[in-house]
Protein backbone atom coordinates (compact mmCIF):
# COMPACT_ATOMS: atom_id res chain seq x y z
CA UNK A 1 0.00 0.00 0.00
CA UNK A 2 2.44 2.32 0.73
CA UNK A 3 4.46 1.35 -2.11
CA UNK A 4 1.83 2.53 -4.17
CA UNK A 5 1.22 5.67 -2.59
CA UNK A 6 4.90 6.05 -3.12
CA UNK A 7 5.34 5.69 -7.07
CA UNK A 8 3.41 8.71 -7.77
CA UNK A 9 5.36 10.68 -5.81
CA UNK A 10 8.65 9.73 -7.06
CA UNK A 11 6.89 10.26 -10.74
CA UNK A 12 6.31 13.64 -9.99
CA UNK A 13 9.80 14.32 -8.01
CA UNK A 14 11.61 12.74 -11.34
CA UNK A 15 9.98 15.19 -13.68
CA UNK A 16 10.33 17.96 -11.13
CA UNK A 17 13.97 17.18 -11.34
CA UNK A 18 14.29 16.35 -15.42
CA UNK A 19 12.64 19.79 -16.11
CA UNK A 20 15.10 21.22 -13.28
CA UNK A 21 17.68 20.24 -15.14
CA UNK A 22 16.29 21.15 -18.38
CA UNK A 23 15.94 24.59 -17.44
CA UNK A 24 18.81 25.14 -16.38
CA UNK A 25 20.53 23.62 -19.23
CA UNK A 26 18.23 26.00 -21.34
CA UNK A 27 19.68 29.43 -19.11
CA UNK A 28 23.21 29.06 -19.22
CA UNK A 29 24.46 32.07 -20.18
CA UNK A 30 26.58 30.35 -23.21
CA UNK A 31 25.69 27.02 -25.12
CA UNK A 32 28.91 26.13 -27.47
CA UNK A 33 27.62 23.64 -30.02
CA UNK A 34 30.31 21.66 -32.05
CA UNK A 35 28.05 19.07 -33.76
CA UNK A 36 24.08 18.41 -34.09
CA UNK A 37 24.57 15.53 -31.39
CA UNK A 38 25.31 18.22 -29.10
CA UNK A 39 22.28 19.79 -29.90
CA UNK A 40 19.73 17.15 -28.94
CA UNK A 41 19.89 17.98 -25.30
CA UNK A 42 18.69 21.80 -25.84
CA UNK A 43 15.74 20.83 -28.43
CA UNK A 44 13.27 20.55 -25.77
CA UNK A 45 14.11 23.95 -24.60
CA UNK A 46 11.24 26.87 -25.04
CA UNK A 47 13.74 29.29 -25.20
CA UNK A 48 17.37 29.46 -24.66
CA UNK A 49 18.45 31.95 -22.08
CA UNK A 50 21.73 33.20 -22.99
CA UNK A 51 23.66 32.86 -26.43
CA UNK A 52 24.73 30.07 -28.60
CA UNK A 53 28.06 29.80 -30.35
CA UNK A 54 28.20 27.30 -33.11
CA UNK A 55 31.98 26.26 -32.76
CA UNK A 56 34.38 26.53 -35.75
CA UNK A 57 34.42 22.53 -35.91
CA UNK A 58 30.76 22.47 -36.71
CA UNK A 59 30.32 20.67 -40.25
CA UNK A 60 27.53 19.43 -42.65
CA UNK A 61 23.97 20.31 -41.39
CA UNK A 62 23.19 22.56 -37.99
CA UNK A 63 19.68 21.99 -37.20
CA UNK A 64 18.51 24.57 -34.48
CA UNK A 65 14.92 23.77 -34.31
CA UNK A 66 12.77 23.18 -31.18
CA UNK A 67 13.63 26.21 -28.64
CA UNK A 68 11.57 29.46 -30.13
CA UNK A 69 13.49 32.06 -28.80
CA UNK A 70 17.18 33.05 -28.50
CA UNK A 71 17.82 35.28 -25.93
CA UNK A 72 21.60 36.31 -26.50
CA UNK A 73 23.56 35.95 -29.15
CA UNK A 74 23.76 33.16 -32.21
CA UNK A 75 26.88 33.13 -33.57
CA UNK A 76 29.47 31.07 -35.85
CA UNK A 77 32.50 31.76 -37.07
CA UNK A 78 35.33 29.84 -39.55
CA UNK A 79 33.21 26.62 -39.49
CA UNK A 80 34.95 26.16 -42.70
CA UNK A 81 32.67 22.62 -43.35
CA UNK A 82 29.19 23.95 -41.73
CA UNK A 83 27.07 23.28 -45.01
CA UNK A 84 23.60 24.85 -43.68
CA UNK A 85 22.18 26.70 -40.68
CA UNK A 86 18.80 26.03 -40.35
CA UNK A 87 15.83 25.97 -37.59
CA UNK A 88 11.90 26.09 -38.17
CA UNK A 89 10.98 27.28 -34.84
CA UNK A 90 13.38 30.24 -34.37
CA UNK A 91 11.36 33.26 -34.03
CA UNK A 92 13.58 35.98 -32.34
CA UNK A 93 16.96 36.64 -31.59
CA UNK A 94 17.59 38.97 -28.70
CA UNK A 95 21.18 39.48 -29.68
CA UNK A 96 23.16 39.74 -32.73
CA UNK A 97 23.01 36.90 -35.34
CA UNK A 98 26.85 36.75 -36.17
CA UNK A 99 27.63 34.65 -39.04
CA UNK A 100 31.57 35.41 -40.07
CA UNK A 101 33.79 33.36 -42.39
CA UNK A 102 31.78 30.69 -43.15
CA UNK A 103 33.13 29.34 -46.64
CA UNK A 104 31.25 26.96 -47.58
CA UNK A 105 27.47 27.47 -46.26
CA UNK A 106 25.23 27.56 -48.87
CA UNK A 107 22.01 26.78 -46.92
CA UNK A 108 20.68 29.29 -44.48
CA UNK A 109 17.06 28.40 -43.48
CA UNK A 110 15.42 30.60 -40.82
CA UNK A 111 11.82 29.49 -41.54
CA UNK A 112 9.81 31.72 -39.13
CA UNK A 113 12.49 34.50 -38.21
CA UNK A 114 11.33 38.10 -37.82
CA UNK A 115 13.15 39.25 -35.00
CA UNK A 116 16.96 39.84 -34.30
CA UNK A 117 18.38 42.95 -32.58
CA UNK A 118 21.06 43.19 -34.82
CA UNK A 119 22.76 41.13 -37.89
CA UNK A 120 26.28 41.04 -38.85
CA UNK A 121 26.95 38.14 -42.02
CA UNK A 122 30.32 38.85 -43.14
CA UNK A 123 32.40 36.32 -45.64
CA UNK A 124 29.71 34.11 -46.87
CA UNK A 125 31.30 33.66 -50.46
CA UNK A 126 29.11 30.54 -50.87
CA UNK A 127 25.77 31.64 -49.66
CA UNK A 128 23.56 32.55 -52.60
CA UNK A 129 20.35 32.51 -51.24
CA UNK A 130 17.94 32.83 -48.28
CA UNK A 131 15.25 30.56 -47.40
CA UNK A 132 13.54 32.66 -44.54
CA UNK A 133 10.00 32.92 -44.15
CA UNK A 134 9.23 35.30 -41.49
CA UNK A 135 10.31 37.66 -42.98
CA UNK A 136 12.84 39.71 -40.63
CA UNK A 137 10.77 42.77 -40.14
CA UNK A 138 12.65 43.87 -37.02
CA UNK A 139 16.50 44.68 -36.47
CA UNK A 140 18.25 47.73 -35.25
CA UNK A 141 21.29 46.85 -37.17
CA UNK A 142 22.25 44.98 -40.24
CA UNK A 143 25.28 44.56 -41.77
CA UNK A 144 25.59 41.96 -45.16
CA UNK A 145 28.85 41.75 -46.18
CA UNK A 146 31.00 39.86 -49.19
CA UNK A 147 28.40 37.29 -49.88
CA UNK A 148 27.02 35.44 -53.24
CA UNK A 149 23.61 36.65 -52.60
CA UNK A 150 21.65 37.71 -55.58
CA UNK A 151 18.80 39.01 -53.62
CA UNK A 152 17.63 39.51 -49.81
CA UNK A 153 14.66 37.81 -50.01
CA UNK A 154 13.10 37.35 -47.01
CA UNK A 155 14.58 40.33 -45.27
CA UNK A 156 11.71 43.28 -45.00
CA UNK A 157 12.64 45.51 -42.48
CA UNK A 158 10.27 48.62 -41.09
CA UNK A 159 12.76 50.28 -39.21
CA UNK A 160 16.41 50.12 -38.89
CA UNK A 161 19.25 52.12 -37.02
CA UNK A 162 22.04 50.93 -39.25
CA UNK A 163 21.85 48.71 -42.54
CA UNK A 164 25.31 48.20 -44.67
CA UNK A 165 25.35 46.24 -47.49
CA UNK A 166 28.53 45.79 -49.27
CA UNK A 167 30.63 43.90 -51.12
CA UNK A 168 27.57 41.37 -52.30
CA UNK A 169 28.65 40.96 -56.03
CA UNK A 170 26.29 38.76 -56.84
CA UNK A 171 23.37 41.19 -55.78
CA UNK A 172 21.20 41.87 -58.20
CA UNK A 173 18.21 43.72 -56.25
CA UNK A 174 17.16 44.90 -52.88
CA UNK A 175 13.48 45.75 -52.29
CA UNK A 176 12.15 46.69 -48.74
CA UNK A 177 9.45 48.13 -46.55
CA UNK A 178 10.94 50.11 -44.48
CA UNK A 179 9.79 53.27 -43.53
CA UNK A 180 12.33 55.12 -41.65
CA UNK A 181 16.45 54.55 -41.34
CA UNK A 182 17.56 56.37 -37.85
CA UNK A 183 21.44 56.11 -38.17
CA UNK A 184 22.46 55.28 -41.66
CA UNK A 185 22.44 53.45 -44.88
CA UNK A 186 25.30 52.21 -46.99
CA UNK A 187 25.05 50.32 -49.89
CA UNK A 188 28.47 50.38 -51.69
CA UNK A 189 30.51 48.13 -54.42
CA UNK A 190 27.59 45.63 -54.63
CA UNK A 191 26.69 44.18 -57.99
CA UNK A 192 27.07 46.71 -60.84
CA UNK A 193 22.93 45.89 -61.55
CA UNK A 194 21.89 45.98 -58.19
CA UNK A 195 18.15 47.99 -58.30
CA UNK A 196 17.35 49.38 -54.53
CA UNK A 197 13.76 49.97 -53.77
CA UNK A 198 12.39 51.51 -51.16
CA UNK A 199 8.78 52.15 -51.80
CA UNK A 200 7.57 52.97 -48.32
CA UNK A 201 11.09 55.10 -47.24
CA UNK A 202 10.06 58.33 -45.49
CA UNK A 203 12.57 59.25 -43.04
CA UNK A 204 16.29 58.91 -42.88
CA UNK A 205 19.17 60.10 -40.92
CA UNK A 206 21.98 59.52 -43.49
CA UNK A 207 22.20 58.08 -47.33
CA UNK A 208 25.23 56.51 -49.18
CA UNK A 209 24.81 54.89 -52.75
CA UNK A 210 27.57 53.83 -54.67
CA UNK A 211 27.75 50.97 -57.55
CA UNK A 212 23.78 50.49 -57.83
CA UNK A 213 22.28 50.68 -61.11
CA UNK A 214 18.67 51.87 -60.08
CA UNK A 215 17.47 53.79 -56.62
CA UNK A 216 13.57 53.68 -56.55
CA UNK A 217 12.31 55.89 -53.50
CA UNK A 218 8.90 57.87 -54.19
CA UNK A 219 7.76 58.24 -50.60
CA UNK A 220 11.15 59.64 -49.07
CA UNK A 221 10.72 63.62 -47.74
CA UNK A 222 13.27 64.01 -45.12
CA UNK A 223 16.97 63.22 -45.00
CA UNK A 224 18.38 64.72 -41.56
CA UNK A 225 21.79 64.07 -42.62
CA UNK A 226 23.72 63.48 -46.18
CA UNK A 227 22.41 62.42 -49.30
CA UNK A 228 25.06 61.01 -51.41
CA UNK A 229 25.20 59.21 -54.65
CA UNK A 230 28.64 58.13 -56.05
CA UNK A 231 30.05 56.18 -58.75
CA UNK A 232 26.74 54.65 -59.58
CA UNK A 233 25.37 53.36 -62.83
CA UNK A 234 21.69 55.13 -63.09
CA UNK A 235 20.79 57.39 -65.64
CA UNK A 236 18.36 59.14 -62.95
CA UNK A 237 18.28 60.55 -59.94
CA UNK A 238 14.31 61.17 -58.66
CA UNK A 239 13.14 62.02 -55.20
CA UNK A 240 9.86 63.58 -56.37
CA UNK A 241 8.35 64.18 -52.29
CA UNK A 242 12.44 65.34 -50.97
CA UNK A 243 11.90 68.46 -49.01
CA UNK A 244 14.85 68.62 -46.87
CA UNK A 245 18.43 68.09 -46.96
CA UNK A 246 20.12 68.41 -43.38
CA UNK A 247 19.53 71.22 -40.74
CA UNK A 248 20.29 74.17 -41.72
CA UNK A 249 20.43 75.75 -38.61
CA UNK A 250 23.10 73.92 -37.67
CA UNK A 251 25.06 73.37 -41.18
CA UNK A 252 24.73 69.67 -41.45
CA UNK A 253 24.06 67.56 -44.13
CA UNK A 254 24.56 67.81 -47.59
CA UNK A 255 23.28 66.58 -51.33
CA UNK A 256 26.28 65.40 -52.99
CA UNK A 257 26.04 63.85 -56.58
CA UNK A 258 29.03 63.00 -57.61
CA UNK A 259 31.06 60.63 -60.70
CA UNK A 260 28.07 59.10 -61.30
CA UNK A 261 28.91 58.19 -65.00
CA UNK A 262 25.54 57.37 -66.91
CA UNK A 263 23.39 60.20 -64.83
CA UNK A 264 21.64 62.59 -67.36
CA UNK A 265 18.65 63.13 -65.21
CA UNK A 266 17.83 64.50 -61.58
CA UNK A 267 14.47 65.40 -60.06
CA UNK A 268 14.21 67.37 -57.19
CA UNK A 269 11.12 68.99 -57.51
CA UNK A 270 10.68 69.80 -54.28
CA UNK A 271 13.50 70.15 -52.32
CA UNK A 272 13.45 73.45 -49.99
CA UNK A 273 16.29 73.42 -47.90
CA UNK A 274 19.76 71.73 -47.89
CA UNK A 275 21.91 72.20 -44.82
CA UNK A 276 25.48 71.64 -45.87
CA UNK A 277 27.01 72.00 -49.23
CA UNK A 278 24.82 71.11 -52.60
CA UNK A 279 27.70 69.15 -55.29
CA UNK A 280 27.27 67.84 -58.01
CA UNK A 281 30.34 67.11 -59.76
CA UNK A 282 31.56 65.09 -62.36
CA UNK A 283 28.94 63.59 -63.98
CA UNK A 284 29.39 63.31 -67.86
CA UNK A 285 26.24 62.70 -69.16
CA UNK A 286 24.41 65.19 -67.28
CA UNK A 287 23.46 68.66 -68.99
CA UNK A 288 21.25 70.26 -67.09
CA UNK A 289 20.83 71.12 -63.57
CA UNK A 290 17.23 72.64 -61.28
CA UNK A 291 16.13 72.90 -58.75
CA UNK A 292 13.01 74.40 -59.02
CA UNK A 293 11.76 74.88 -54.77
CA UNK A 294 15.18 75.44 -53.38
CA UNK A 295 15.61 78.31 -51.03
CA UNK A 296 17.83 78.00 -48.50
CA UNK A 297 21.58 76.11 -48.87
CA UNK A 298 23.57 76.78 -45.18
CA UNK A 299 26.83 75.51 -46.86
CA UNK A 300 27.90 76.17 -50.30
CA UNK A 301 26.66 75.39 -54.38
CA UNK A 302 29.07 73.96 -55.99
CA UNK A 303 28.34 72.52 -59.63
CA UNK A 304 30.78 71.95 -61.73
CA UNK A 305 30.71 69.41 -64.96
CA UNK A 306 29.01 70.21 -68.39
CA UNK A 307 25.45 71.54 -68.29
CA UNK A 308 23.18 74.75 -69.25
CA UNK A 309 22.81 77.77 -67.11
CA UNK A 310 21.41 75.91 -63.78
CA UNK A 311 17.64 77.03 -62.38
CA UNK A 312 17.87 78.31 -59.16
CA UNK A 313 14.35 80.16 -59.59
CA UNK A 314 13.57 80.21 -55.75
CA UNK A 315 16.88 80.92 -54.05
CA UNK A 316 16.84 83.07 -51.02
CA UNK A 317 19.77 82.13 -48.51
CA UNK A 318 22.80 80.87 -49.97
CA UNK A 319 25.28 81.16 -46.79
CA UNK A 320 28.51 79.64 -48.35
CA UNK A 321 30.18 79.74 -51.32
CA UNK A 322 28.95 79.61 -54.71
CA UNK A 323 30.63 77.61 -57.83
CA UNK A 324 28.72 77.04 -61.26
CA UNK A 325 31.95 75.77 -63.81
CA UNK A 326 30.57 74.47 -67.12
CA UNK A 327 32.06 73.16 -70.01
CA UNK A 328 28.71 74.47 -71.61
CA UNK A 329 28.26 78.59 -72.29
CA UNK A 330 26.03 79.66 -68.91
CA UNK A 331 24.81 82.77 -68.01
CA UNK A 332 25.78 84.27 -64.95
CA UNK A 333 24.44 87.74 -64.80
CA UNK A 334 21.38 86.22 -62.57
CA UNK A 335 23.43 84.43 -60.36
CA UNK A 336 25.72 87.47 -60.23
CA UNK A 337 22.93 90.50 -58.99
CA UNK A 338 22.56 87.83 -56.24
CA UNK A 339 26.01 88.07 -54.68
CA UNK A 340 28.03 90.10 -52.85
CA UNK A 341 28.61 88.89 -49.63
CA UNK A 342 26.73 89.75 -46.24
CA UNK A 343 23.04 90.76 -46.64
CA UNK A 344 23.04 89.28 -50.22
CA UNK A 345 21.46 85.96 -50.99
CA UNK A 346 24.98 84.56 -52.28
CA UNK A 347 27.23 85.42 -49.35
CA UNK A 348 30.37 83.70 -49.60
CA UNK A 349 33.23 84.03 -52.90
CA UNK A 350 31.27 83.74 -55.98
CA UNK A 351 32.49 82.04 -58.79
CA UNK A 352 30.03 81.49 -62.33
CA UNK A 353 32.06 80.89 -65.78
CA UNK A 354 32.29 78.96 -69.00
CA UNK A 355 35.54 76.93 -69.02
CA UNK A 356 36.99 73.97 -70.96
CA UNK A 357 38.76 72.68 -67.18
CA UNK A 358 36.45 72.13 -64.81
CA UNK A 359 36.75 72.18 -60.69
CA UNK A 360 35.23 71.78 -57.66
CA UNK A 361 35.11 74.27 -54.91
CA UNK A 362 38.36 72.24 -53.09
CA UNK A 363 40.42 72.05 -55.78
CA UNK A 364 39.91 68.79 -57.38
CA UNK A 365 38.98 68.16 -61.11
CA UNK A 366 35.40 67.66 -63.08
CA UNK A 367 34.19 66.55 -65.99
CA UNK A 368 36.69 65.95 -68.24
CA UNK A 369 39.26 68.25 -66.35
CA UNK A 370 42.89 67.47 -66.52
CA UNK A 371 44.19 69.86 -63.43
CA UNK A 372 45.78 68.53 -60.52
CA UNK A 373 43.49 67.83 -56.88
CA UNK A 374 44.67 69.95 -53.99
CA UNK A 375 45.88 67.93 -51.26
CA UNK A 376 42.71 66.92 -48.29
CA UNK A 377 44.77 69.53 -46.10
CA UNK A 378 44.92 72.14 -48.31
CA UNK A 379 41.55 71.85 -49.77
CA UNK A 380 39.50 71.50 -46.85
CA UNK A 381 41.12 74.75 -45.44
CA UNK A 382 40.44 76.85 -48.90
CA UNK A 383 37.00 75.63 -48.92
CA UNK A 384 36.58 76.54 -45.32
CA UNK A 385 37.94 79.77 -45.69
CA UNK A 386 37.49 81.44 -48.85
CA UNK A 387 34.25 80.20 -49.69
CA UNK A 388 32.48 79.99 -46.25
CA UNK A 389 31.75 76.03 -46.30
CA UNK A 390 30.70 74.57 -42.86
CA UNK A 391 33.27 71.73 -41.42
CA UNK A 392 30.92 69.73 -42.34
CA UNK A 393 30.32 70.46 -46.23
CA UNK A 394 33.86 71.04 -46.63
CA UNK A 395 34.84 67.32 -45.43
CA UNK A 396 31.91 66.01 -47.97
CA UNK A 397 34.71 67.85 -50.69
CA UNK A 398 37.29 65.84 -49.23
CA UNK A 399 35.56 63.08 -49.20
CA UNK A 400 34.23 63.22 -52.48
CA UNK A 401 37.45 64.35 -54.08
CA UNK A 402 39.43 61.14 -52.80
CA UNK A 403 36.32 58.94 -54.06
CA UNK A 404 37.25 60.24 -57.52
CA UNK A 405 41.05 59.55 -56.91
CA UNK A 406 40.62 55.88 -56.11
Given at each position: MLAQMLLPAFAVLSVAAAQTATNSACSQPTITINSQTDFAQYSDCPSIGGSLVISSSASGIIDLSGPGQIKGNLTCGNAGKLLTLQSSSLTSIGGDFNLNNLT????????????VNSMTWVALPALSALEFGGPVSKADSVTISNTYLAALDGINLKSVGTLQIDNNNNLRKFDTQISNITDHLD?????????????????????????TSSVSMPSLATVNGTLGFYGNYMESIIA?????????????????????????????PALISVGGANQIANNT???SIAFPALKTVAGAIDFSGN???????????????????????????????????????IQGTFICKTTEKTGTLDGSPSSSGTGSAASPSTSKKAAATSFGISAAAAGLSVVCMLHMLL
Open positions: TLSGLKMGVLTTINANGNQLAVTFPNLIWAANMTFRNPNLTSVGNFATGVGSLALVANGKLSNISFDLDFSTPQLPALTNVKGGFNIQSQQSVDCSGFKSQSGGKGSV
